[in-house]
């Protein structure tokens, strides 16, 4: 069962005030709910949506949106899923809370996307996948049939994965790579077939 959406008439606090909070209130608008406010401030935001319908999470940075989810969450605060009006969801696919399926875009029948996602436009996630907490699928993204990602994994701009392919766990796909085999947990994939590499340890 898909999470609670975004519906003509609501009244809503969009979290994040950046590009992607702008493209996401586009989306809302176009639906025909209103954007009272978009925050930054969780605190300004918490009040402000005691007299709303509820919020929506716009933030582009996977460990912010969940960390502000959680805090709405606990704070009793209902947390809408936006899909845009010319995406296109399969009946059975399943939403987790708060996540987004932008402009153009399609999930497909037998997909489940967990909570926080981004489809971002133009994205394609064909039957079947698995999105993890937080993935984020970048503009013209292409994922083909049974797909897995892991949490807070990154699906770069008009990349494409076959069918059948394991995204680990924040692992980042480069734009424009073409994925043929498993990409493990925290590793960079880039290139056309993708290779892949261990990210280098933060200092």
């Known amino acids: 069962m898909s999470a609670e959406r975004v519906r003509p008439g609501d009244r809503l606090v969009v979290f994040g005030a950046g590009g992607h909070a702008r493209s996401v209130g586009d989306a809302i608008t176009r639906i025909g709910a209103a954007v009272l406010a978009m925050v930054e401030d969780d605190d300004e935001g918490i009040a402000l949506a005691a007299h709303a319908?509820?919020?929506?999470?716009?933030i582009g940075d996977a460990g912010t949106r969940l960390a502000v989810m959680q805090r709405l969450t606990a704070s009793g605060v209902t947390v809408l899923s936006v899909v845009a009006t010319t995406a296109t969801l399969a009946?059975?696919?399943?939403?987790?809370?708060?996540?987004?399926?932008?402009?153009?875009?399609?999930?497909?029948?037998?997909?489940?996307l967990g909570d926080a996602c981004i489809v971002n436009t133009r994205a394609s996630v064909d039957h079947?996948?698995?999105?993890g907490d937080g993935v984020h699928v970048a503009p013209g993204a292409v994922l083909a049939g049974g797909v897995t990602c892991g949490p807070r994994a990154l699906i770069g701009t008009g990349a494409s994965i076959i069918p059948g392919v394991d995204i680990g766990a924040q692992a980042i796909v480069g734009a424009g790579a073409a994925v043929t085999a498993d990409v493990p947990c925290g590793c960079v994939a880039v290139g056309v077939p993708a290779r892949s590499r261990r990210r280098r340890s933060e200092s």
């Open 91 to 112: 009946t059975d696919a399943a939403l987790g809370v708060g996540s987004v399926v932008l402009e153009h875009a399609h999930v497909g029948p037998g997909s489940r």
């Open 128 to 131: 079947d996948c698995v999105l």
């Open 53 to 58: 319908t509820g919020a929506v999470i716009a």
